[in-house]
Each structure stands twice: as structure tokens, then as C-alpha cells.
């Protein structure tokens, strides 16, 4: 199966010697081709260029030519951090908040996470399976084609296992790329509420070892949060997960500055997220790390959190990553360009680094950059061709509408409008 891509307006995230992240001042700038053809064969990128240099194509066998003319093409988003896997909603709490209650006191109440898990509990695999399912078809229409999933609904044995295990069945349905996280440090349930240590035992002495046996996870994270777990409990449930094979990630500084990115830094954390109550000393910590920032603006937006300190970080030259958090609590929507809009009219990332933010730096924060977040030769075939829009930009720009008309995920053509 071949696919010729021509007359494409503006092909946007070309790179010629691809990078693994971009950092500080080169996120301002995008690298992208105006009159551009993208050729993908199977399910890779075999070549791109300017129309002027389009030699022509010397076998036709098996060729779909799509004339992209007024269109823009871009590599799919790249979602770094996601809850897909859960039962029911959350609107009640919701309208909650906009009564008045925090997001911490409906926690408080027995509500928030240990809500989504007692439904959670009560869900068959096949109920789970088939619902998230259908939130990855959403999310791929809308430009995503590679997504982190999280377990952290379950908080047992036996339900984190379960979510493990249909992130791992998912994996096989879906054409997106998925790869899964170990979130058992979510919060800590009720039954264990007087006793945290014995439930961290429970995560990593009986948890981890099946989870490294089945082979159910690539990442380990902790909501490292007052009320939730703490600095050092987050570094030894990561340091645990290690162990077991898992790159830690972390759930950091995002209700306070709770000591997230430090514990994730020294850990070797592949990414911190949230990061709205980031100060100095985790900037200068993600400095001298391998670490890549990664903020939320949907989840902070739900919850009407203080921004995170987003300019400054990347003044700072740091990279950062944008992801969704797709969830029932703080973010029922995994829409990544919406996700960009937000970078830019709240946080004022300029389009081309909210646009590196979600591609190339999300691919980064889930160990994907070598294959996906740019239009590179012999990266994985994932794009997608806008509706006739004016240039990049018009996507921030245009918040909510949908600008999105063909999707192309490993080479295939799995959604067009
Ligand atoms: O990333 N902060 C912790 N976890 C999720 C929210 C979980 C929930 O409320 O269900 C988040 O925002
Ligand atoms: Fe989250």
C-alpha cells in the first residue's frame, strides 16, 4: 500500500536530521514546507519534499494519490499523558464545583478518583474495553495517533491488573500506538486510609511482580500531592517500579508544590506533569535532567488551577510537552487541539511551540520520538490532512472548530470526513 500525498499547502514538522525533543528558543521555530508532496509506503514515510523537486514516481502499483491542494498536513498529535480506561462520569461533581466545592473536598467526601473507582469495580473488562475504545476512535478523528493510558482507577489488586490488562488489549484493537502506565499511587483508598505504608507494600510487593510477568506496563507514575502521597513515598514507588522495568513519570505540583519534580528528577523521570505550582527549584532541577516538562491545559482549565509557570520554563530553555489528561474528573476531553489553543491564548506559547509541544515533545514524554512527532523519512506513517485552511496557525486560532479531515494511522487511511 502506497499513498502519495501532492499540492499539500504546508507540510508542517518536517525534520531532515530528526531530533528527539526541542528545547527553549529553537521550540519558536517550526520547520515546514510550503507546496509540498509526502510519500508513505506501508506504514512508513518514505520521502517528502517541494512539488518543484517531485521527480514523479516510478512504480504506480497499488498507489492512493490524494490531492491535498489548500490543505495542510501534519504528523498526528502525540497524547503523553491520558486516563482512557474508566467507568461512568463524573458530572455530578462537576455541578458540585460549580456549587462551590473544591475538587479536593469532593476527595475528601470519598468522591474524585475513589468515585471513578468504586464504578471501576463494578466494570467487566469487556464494558472497559469497548468504552475506551470508543474514546480512542474519538481522539484519533480529532488528530491524536499515539497515546499514553494510565491504570489508577482500580486502587486493588485485582482492579489495577484489570485496567493493566485491557490497556494491554487495547494496544491490539486499536491502530493507535499505546503505551501503558502503572498509576496505582493514585490515591490511596479508604480501607487503607490509616495505614498508607501497608498499601504501598500492596503496590509493590504483590502488584509490580505480575505486572513485570505479564508485561502490563511500560511507565510507573504517582499523584504526588498532599492527601494523595508524598515526596519520598513518591521516590520509593518509583524507584520500586524501576525495578520491575518502569520509567517512572510523575503527577507533580499540580494542587501545590509538593515536591513532585524533584522526586521525579532524581528518579530519572521521563516526564513530570501538571507542573502549576513549579518554582525555581524545579526549574533549575529540569535543567539538569533528561526530564521533559509536560503541562496539562485541559485539566487546569476544568479545575480552574493557576497556570503553570509555562513562558518562564521554556525562557529558561527548557523543552516542555503538551498533553490532554483525558479523564472523568478533571479532563473529559482528550481534543489536543484544543489542548494547543489553550497553550497559547492562556499560557502565550507562540503556535510553533505549542505545536512542537504536542508532537515531537509528547512523542519524547512516551519514548516515541525516535518513530513518531515528525515528518521525518522512516518514521511511522501517522498524519493527518486539515480541511483548506490558511496555515498553521489557524489551528490555535480557530479554538473548536474542527479543521480535521483525513486521518492516517501506519500507513492507512482510517478516518476521512
Ligand atoms: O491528572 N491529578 C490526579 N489525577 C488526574 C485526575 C483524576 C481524577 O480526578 O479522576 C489528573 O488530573
Ligand atoms: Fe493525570
Not at 52 to 74: P, R
Not at 125 to 140: D, G, H, Q, Y
Not at 176 to 184: D, N, Y
Request: proline residues 4%; contains cysteine; glycine residues 8%.
Amino acid at each position: 500500500m502506497k499513498i502519495l500525498i501532492k499540492n499539500i499547502k504546508q507540510l508542517v514538522q518536517t525534520e531532515e536530521n530528526p531530533q528527539i525533543k526541542i528545547a527553549g528558543k529553537a521550540m519558536k521555530n517550526l520547520p515546514h514546507i510550503d507546496d509540498a508532496w509526502l510519500a508513505i509506503e506501508n506504514d512508513k514515510i518514505t520521502g517528502f519534499g517541494k512539488m518543484d523537486d517531485w521527480e514523479g514516481i516510478a512504480d504506480w502499483t497499488d498507489l492512493t494519490i490524494i490531492d491535498a491542494s489548500d490543505k495542510l498536513v501534519f504528523p498526528c498529535w502525540c497524547d503523553s499523558h491520558t486516563h482512557i480506561v474508566y467507568a461512568g462520569s463524573r458530572e455530578t461533581e462537576f455541578v458540585d464545583r460549580i456549587n462551590g466545592l473544591t475538587y479536593e473536598e469532593i476527595f475528601q467526601r470519598g468522591g474524585g478518583i475513589l468515585n471513578s473507582a468504586k464504578k471501576l469495580n463494578d466494570a467487566s473488562e469487556e464494558e472497559l474495553t469497548a468504552s475506551a475504545l470508543k474514546r480512542l476512535n474519538e481522539i484519533m478523528v480529532q488528530g491524536t495517533g499515539a497515546v499514553e493510558i494510565k491504570s489508577g482507577y482500580g486502587l486493588t489488586a485485582a482492579s489495577e491488573l484489570k485496567m493493566l490488562r485491557v490497556i494491554k488489549k487495547l494496544k491490539t484493537l486499536s491502530p493507535l500506538t499505546i503505551k501503558a502506565t502503572f498509576l496505582g499511587a493514585h490515591a490511596v483508598p479508604l480501607e487503607y486510609k490509616e495505614r498508607k505504608a501497608d498499601y504501598i507494600k500492596l503496590l509493590i510487593n504483590e502488584i509490580m511482580p505480575v505486572i513485570a510477568e505479564e508485561q502490563l506496563a511500560d511507565y510507573c507514575d504517582v499523584f504526588c500531592e498532599q492527601n494523595y502521597f508524598t515526596k519520598e513515598e513518591t521516590f520509593e514507588i518509583l524507584t520500586a517500579g524501576k525495578k520491575y522495568g518502569m520509567i517512572p513519570k510523575v503527577h507533580a505540583e499540580q494542587l501545590s508544590n509538593s515536591g513532585g519534580v524533584l522526586a521525579g528528577v532524581e528518579a530519572g523521570a521521563v516526564s513530570v506533569d501538571h507542573l502549576e505550582f513549579v518554582a525555581d527549584a524545579e526549574i533549575e532541577a529540569l535543567q539538569n535532567s533528561k526530564t521533559m516538562p509536560t503541562i496539562l491545559p485541559g485539566a487546569a482549565l476544568f479545575l480552574n488551577l493557576q497556570f503553570p509557570p509555562a513562558r518562564k520554563m521554556i525562557d529558561a530553555g527548557l523543552p516542555l510537552a503538551i498533553a490532554s489528561d483525558f479523564n472523568p474528573g478533571s479532563c473529559p476531553s482528550g481534543n489536543m487541539n484544543t489542548m494547543i489553543a489553550l497553550a497559547c491564548i492562556q499560557y502565550k506559547m507562540t503556535p510553533e511551540e505549542a505545536i512542537n509541544a504536542a508532537t515531537i515533545n509528547s512523542a519524547y514524554a512516551m519514548g516515541l520520538s525516535e518513530t513518531h512527532g515528525s515528518i521525518a523519512v522512516g518514521k511511522q506513517a501517522n498524519v493527518f490532512i486539515t480541511r483548506e485552511i490558511s496555515g498553521y496557525s489557524f489551528i490555535p486560532y480557530s479554538f473548536g472548530s474542527n479543521l480535521i479531515e483525513t486521518v492516517i494511522i501506519n500507513g492507512k487511511i482510517v478516518a476521512i470526513e
